[in-house]
């Protein structure tokens, strides 16, 4: 979560920030200023991270870093689509090459899975790219025994499902991150209140459809967009539970 809250910083302060330099093994200095900062020159700069990051061979945390830098990039450019694929090659990346990596993958493919909800026109694909990567990271939390964001990811396939109408797997989600939150019981309960809200609906699915509550219309995915006053607060938020590391752990 760190790298998202240095960008934005520097996006406001335009101060010099590190740029790794491919070939020399070294950082070198550039200005945001330099690159002006518009959408145009972040989705530019993504590129460039991205070029650099593909070119080198084996495993690099600096390589992992360029993907991750690149991600950041095109989040701050509005381009959730390509930030969304760069995350999922991120975390194709590190599995590529140790397990050891595995929970740093997890959260990459829980930051793909948000990018694609942020997109308005989300394409088939996208939609089952976003189910992939939920699933996915959820199954890795769990290998490693990171039971919270685990049921983070448990949580965001439950409203994922409600929305693709999916009740008896939003259910299933649901009440596995209530087990997962385990202890964490204002979390715990909210998971097993919205459990039962679901049992409600597919106890009785007829009547809701004949009143038509069911099936369910309202995407009340909150769309990210650069003119919002708060915008840089709701792209830290955005990606704040999807670290490791948690603030209540």
């Known amino acids: 979560m760190g790298m ?6 520097r ?7 590190a740029r790794y330099e491919e070939g020399t093994g070294e950082y070198k ?36 870093w360029g993907f991750e830098e690149a ?5 701050l450019a509005e381009n959730w689509r390509k ?3 760069v995350f999922s090659e991120q975390a194709a990346y590190d599995l590529q090459f140790s397990d050891e990596r595995e929970l740093n993958a997890a959260s990459a493919l829980l930051r793909s899975a948000r990018c694609y909800m942020q997109i308005e026109d989300k394409e088939e694909g996208e939609v089952a790219a976003t189910k992939h990567a939920l699933e ?16 983070t990811g448990c949580v965001e396939l439950a409203q994922f499902y409600m929305l693709h109408q999916q009740l008896q797997n939003a259910l299933d989600s649901y009440e596995q991150a ?28 007829e009547m809701l459809r004949v009143n038509g509550v069911l099936p369910i219309k309202d995407d009340k995915t909150r769309f990210i967009k650069s003119s919002d006053p708060d915008w840089r ?3 830290r938020e955005l990606f704040m539970s999807t670290s490791v590391i948690q603030s209540w752990m």
Not at 4 to 9: D, G
Not at 136 to 151: G, Q, Y
């Open 71 to 75: 991600a950041y990039s095109y989040v």
């Open 29 to 64: 200095v550039m200005s945001f200023k330099e690159e002006r900062l518009g959408p145009a020159d972040l989705d530019a700069r993504g590129d460039r991270c991205m070029s650099t990051a593909r070119r080198r061979r084996g495993w690099s945390f600096a390589v992992s």
């Open 178 to 205: 209530a087990d997962y939150y385990g202890a964490y019981r204002r979390a715990n309960r909210y998971c097993r209140f919205k459990a039962n809200m679901v049992r409600f609906m597919l106890a009785n699915e």
């Open 233 to 235: 607060t709701q792209v």
């Open 136 to 151: 996915k990271a959820v199954a890795l939390l769990v290998k490693k025994n990171h039971l919270c964001l685990a049921a």
């Open 83 to 85: 930030a969304a694929l």
């Open 11 to 17: 996006y406001a302060s335009a101060k010099p920030i």
């Open 4 to 9: 998202v809250a240095s960008l934005l910083r």
